[in-house]
């Protein structure tokens, strides 16, 4: 009889939270230590807002409008919410959405179709690449603009936009 099979809900867990950690520790002060729940490493909101940095009305808001949906909250034996350790990695994906340009509204909207084909997520893609395009073409436009204003020599000496 192989011991890991017997403990490996417990090998599991202990290598889960080694895991979590070793990779939180910053100057060798450990940001959060997540616990079991059922077999299932939960950690509370504040431990979540540290290890990803945001802040917990933002993980709450999040909450609230379906980004976090039921799948990663639970309650305690207090009826407090915890989180299962999946929750970090979703809001990285968030946070890396909104980092890229996709709105709220975007993020929402991709969590309720609760998966995409690989041709939805390529238009998404090209989509979203497009309007960053179509910006850029506006900036470039208004830098050529203020060089231009540059080259001719109108100043404020004598009033707004005289020369």
């Not at 802040?55 to 709450?60: G, L, N, Q, Y």
């Not at 379906?66 to 989180?83: A, F, K, S």
């Amino acid at each position: 009889m192989d011991i890991h099979a017997v403990f490996s809900p417990f090998w599991l867990s202990l290598e889960m939270m080694l895991l979590i950690i070793t990779s939180k520790m910053v100057n060798y002060k450990v940001c959060f230590i997540a616990s079991a729940k059922n077999g299932v490493m939960v950690m509370k909101i504040s431990e979540v807002a540290r290890s990803i940095d945001l802040p917990i009305s933002t993980i709450r808001y999040y909450e609230q409008i379906g980004i976090i949906t039921d799948e990663y909250v639970l309650r305690d034996q207090n009826n407090y919410r915890v989180y299962t350790s999946d929750i970090i990695h979703h809001l990285n994906v968030v946070k890396h959405c909104l980092a890229v340009g996709f709105s709220i509204r975007d993020i929402q909207s991709m969590i309720s179709k609760n998966g995409l084909s690989k041709d939805e997520h390529v238009n998404l893609i090209q989509k979203k690449i497009s309007e960053i395009e179509a910006v850029q073409q506006k900036l470039d436009e208004s830098k050529q603009n203020l060089y231009d204003i540059l080259r001719s020599d109108i100043t404020c000496e004598k009033g707004f936009g005289k020369y």
